[in-house]
Every structure is written in C-alpha cells, then in structure tokens.
C-alpha cells in the first residue's frame, strides 16, 4: 500500500464485512514519544480464538474468492519495517480492536495520505439493506484534536437524505481536509 | 470553513428533488474493493465515478462497491449494470477511464470497449 489510509481502508472493510454497525477510527501522530498509532476499533462479530491467533499468516482467510488474506499481513509488516507492531484483540460477539504503531519518524514509515477519502470511500462502502454503518474518526496531533463522527452528520440530515448523496459526500470530504489542515497548520 | 448550516442547505436542495427520483429503476455502478482493488488505486476510481456522476447530476446512478472479484492482477475492476443490458467489466481502471466510463456508457450508452475485460483478453 501506498499509504496509511490505505491500509485503514482495507482494515476497516474487514470491520464492515464483519458486519460492524460502527466502526471507530483513530489516528495519533505523537513527536514527543515518537510514536504514531491507528487504532480500529468495531462491534463486528469479532474472530473465534483459532482464527485470531493464525490470522498475521498470510495464508489465511475466511474468504472463499481467494486462497490468501493479506490486509493484516500486510499492515504488521508495515509496523514491523518501523520498529512498530500491530497487535490485535478479539472475541466472538463482542468485535475486534486493532492497535498499529509506528515509529513516527522512521525513515520507512509511509505517510498517513488522504484520510478524507478513506472516510468517504468506508461511508459509501457501509450501505446496507438495514441502514449504513457509523464511522467515528479522531485524529489527534500532539496533542490536538478533531473528531468526525456520522452520526452527528445523519442527524443533521434526518431520515430522508442518505449520507450517500453525492453533495453530502463532497461536503463530508472538504470537512474533514479542512478539519485535519486546521489541525495541522491551524493556530496553538 | 464548512459549515453544518451548509449541510442543512444540502439536506433542504436533496429534499426537493427526491421525489422525483424515487421508482426510477437505474444504472448501478460496482467497484472492486478489496485489498487487492485497493492496493491498485480502487478509491480514487471509486471517487472518480462519484464526482462525475455529481458533475453530471445523474441521479438515478448508484455507486456501490464489491469485495475481491478474484482476478487480482485486472483490477481495479468496475462493473457496470444498466437495465436490460447485460453486465459489463471493466478491468484495470483508472481516473481517466473511470471518466470516460461515466460519460460514455452510463450517460450516453456507448461501451468503451477498449476497456473491458473482453479487450483485455484479446
Ligand atoms: N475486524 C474483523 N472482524 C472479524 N473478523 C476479521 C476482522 N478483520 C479480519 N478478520 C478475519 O481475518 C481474515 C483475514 O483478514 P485479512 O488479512 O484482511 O484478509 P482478507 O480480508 O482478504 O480475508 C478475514 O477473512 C476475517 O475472517
Ligand atoms: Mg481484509
């Protein structure tokens, strides 16, 4: 993958398949401890415990197009290339936490991309035939915070315009730019 | 700054034109997204074919995605369903063809054949 939205894009598919109704994203980029973590958080059906300990194995997987699952795999070598690790917790019922770390400044970490299209792109991706899931993304920058969450959006909205209205996505993308710039170059 | 009261203004304009919109059976437009799709640059063809369609105010066009197809190496891949029509499958798509696929074959009807899977084969 390119970049780390990227990789929680893919993460947070998993999520979706696991028929999560709300997924909570949370990215932290900390200079001080020089750490960066992603944490992915849902209520999915979560993994029983022999999946959960074979699933950093590339050669496993539930799905049945594809002989090889390598969207975890791929993350923990992320991590690993960065003096980092992802470690995962899980039990059936209750969903699944993924927690990545980096070192922030290692020269191999990938850079964290287009956060804003990797919310879009998992809005659009949770439609389902009961409603759509609920993504809460926080990115905290030392030490600052913004916080986008789709339900304060669908309640803005109420129960006749979909969060899926090509002006509502647009709107929900320039949010979140501006969100994370202001976060980034914004005043103290 | 985006503002919510810019997303109530979006929410009252939806709002006016739903109905209008409603029983209108239409095109559906399917993006390969899994961690092969997405490692080829499934999103920003995914949001491609979002703006288009906005730019073009098609609004009985629904985007949706799809998990591994299993043809890894052709993706991204994107499948178009038109009503009556018979699937078609677009393979190692990007921006640009993402553009000409809105345009071409969801508004005007026309196949761009170069980009199917069929082509891809030959
Ligand atoms: N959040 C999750 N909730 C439940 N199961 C998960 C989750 N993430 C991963 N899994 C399980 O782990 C398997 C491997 O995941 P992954 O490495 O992303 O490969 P893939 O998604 O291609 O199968 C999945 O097929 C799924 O069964
Ligand atoms: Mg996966």
Redesign the pocket.
Known sequence: MKDLSLHVL??A???I??V?DLVAISINEDAVSDRLTIL?E?N????PPE?LAS??D?F????TS?R???????MLAACRRCDGDLE?V?SLGS??K?TAVFRYSHIDRAPIGNMAETLVTLILCGINEKGSVDFVYTHMLNGRTFVFDTREIKAVLGADVSLTEPEVLAWINDYIKEGLANLHGGVQ | MKSIQELEEIRRRTLETINVRKDRSGTRVVVGM??CGIAAGARPVLLTIMDEVKKNSLADVIVAQT??IGMCRLEPIVEVYRPGEEKVTYVKVNEGKAIRIVNEHIRQGKVVEEYTIGAEDK
């Open positions: 893919d993460l598919q998993n999520a398949s696991a999560a992915i849902d999915g059906k979560g993994m999946l699933v950093k590339p496993v997987t539930t799905r594809r090889i699952g390598l969207g975890i795999p791929l995962i899980s969903g699944t993924l | 899994a961690t998990g591994c």
